[in-house]
Nanobody, 118 residues
Framework: QVQLVESGGGLVQPGGSLRLSCAAS????????MGWYRQAPGKERELVANIRSGGTTNYADSVKGRFTISRDNAKNTVYLQMNSLKPEDTAVYYC????????????WGQGTLVTVSS
């Protein structure tokens, strides 16, 4: 089995920063795309950013210029650096990875809450 463990969420004031981490563990041969999604209360889950194995990144328009996604393949970990946070960034953030073991698996983390409020 493959598990994703997220960390780094919390309460931050508007304009502040947070860094989320998501580490994969288990029998992993390699990982294709890694991504971050978020779900705000009463809204559907949406893509925040993703990064392919070659390093190509993609961002939602709402976070471009403020958030940066990166990955450490040696640690099977993906990061999300969030700067200039706004109240509308408040949500549960989930990581997702395309993991190759003996087969291909789409794996989700348990979610970490980010609250932006004064």
């Amino acid at each position: 089995q493959v598990q994703l463990v997220e960390s780094g969420g919390g309460l931050v004031q508007p304009g502040g920063s947070l860094r989320l981490s998501c580490a994969a563990s288990g029998r992993i041969f390699s990982i294709n795309a890694m991504g971050w999604y978020r779900q705000a209360p009463g809204k559907e889950r949406e893509l925040v950013a993703n990064i392919r194995s070659g390093g190509t990144t993609n961002y939602a328009d709402s976070v471009k210029g403020r958030f940066t996604i990166s990955r450490d393949n040696a640690k099977n970990t993906v990061y999300l650096q969030m700067n200039s946070l706004k109240p509308e960034d408040t949500a549960v953030y989930y990581c997702r990875m395309g993991v190759i073991t003996t087969s291909y698996l789409e794996v989700w983390g348990q979610g970490t809450l980010v609250t932006v409020s004064s």
